[in-house]
């Protein structure tokens, strides 16, 4: 269990945190800050997550500048990924702030990758992330961030900046995932 593991273990760890916060009504009041209004809990429950999403780029940088990639990463990373990622989407629905159908397009597509990585696995190949699902990732956090902190300073000017981001990364989670199966479509089409 290397730091890089233990990172990722973290990030788990503050998953159900972050649902603490964001799910309970600690009768803490709104806060107004830059043209959002936000329950206190929501907002800690937001910095929690931006804590957690900023966790997954410090252990990906630190696995590879000290060579500490492990199988145990492999699968860690982007299952503490996909958790935190699922766990905020889910939450949205249930707190009215982002539609459902988007949500479950997101989640299934992760479902599919990870499906789609399990036969790769299957055959002896291990598929990295590759850039677009660095961007897909990215642009997940981003709207989650966007959507937990009430669309904070685009509120000043009435942009939709969070549902924005949301559909941005809607359509980068679509297009990655198409990507994965075509670049990966032989395994698919010749499997017994």
């Known amino acids: 269990m290397n ?3 233990q990172i990722s273990m973290f990030r788990i760890f503050l998953i159900p945190v972050f649902m603490f916060f964001m799910l309970i009504d600690f009768g803490w009041g709104e806060i107004s800050f830059l043209g959002a209004i936000i329950p206190v809990g929501h907002l ?6 931006i804590i957690a999403s900023i ?5 990906g940088y630190y696995a590879r500048k000290y060579n500490l990639v492990t199988n145990m990463g492999k699968f860690l990373d982007p299952l503490a990924d996909k958790l935190l990622v699922s766990a905020a989407l889910i939450i949205l629905v ?14 299934s597509r992760e479902f599919a990758v990870t499906g ?28 989650i961030s966007a959507l937990l902190l009430g669309n904070i300073i685009f509120e000043l000017i009435s942009f939709p900046f969070a549902t924005i981001m949301l559909y941005v990364s809607l359509f980068f989670t679509l297009w990655s995932g ?4 075509y670049i990966n479509r032989k395994v698919l089409l010749d499997s017994k």
């Open 116 to 143: 789609l990585r399990l036969i790769l696995a299957n055959e002896g190949e291990v598929v990295a992330a590759n850039q677009l699902g660095k961007i897909k990732m990215w642009t997940q956090i981003v709207a």
């Open 94 to 107: 249930q707190l009215g702030m982002a539609p459902a159908w988007v949500v479950i397009l997101i989640i």
């Open 3 to 5: 730091i890089p593991n």
């Open 55 to 59: 966790t997954d780029f410090i252990d």
């Open 44 to 49: 800690v429950g937001a910095i929690i997550f």
């Open 178 to 181: 198409f990507d994965y199966f």
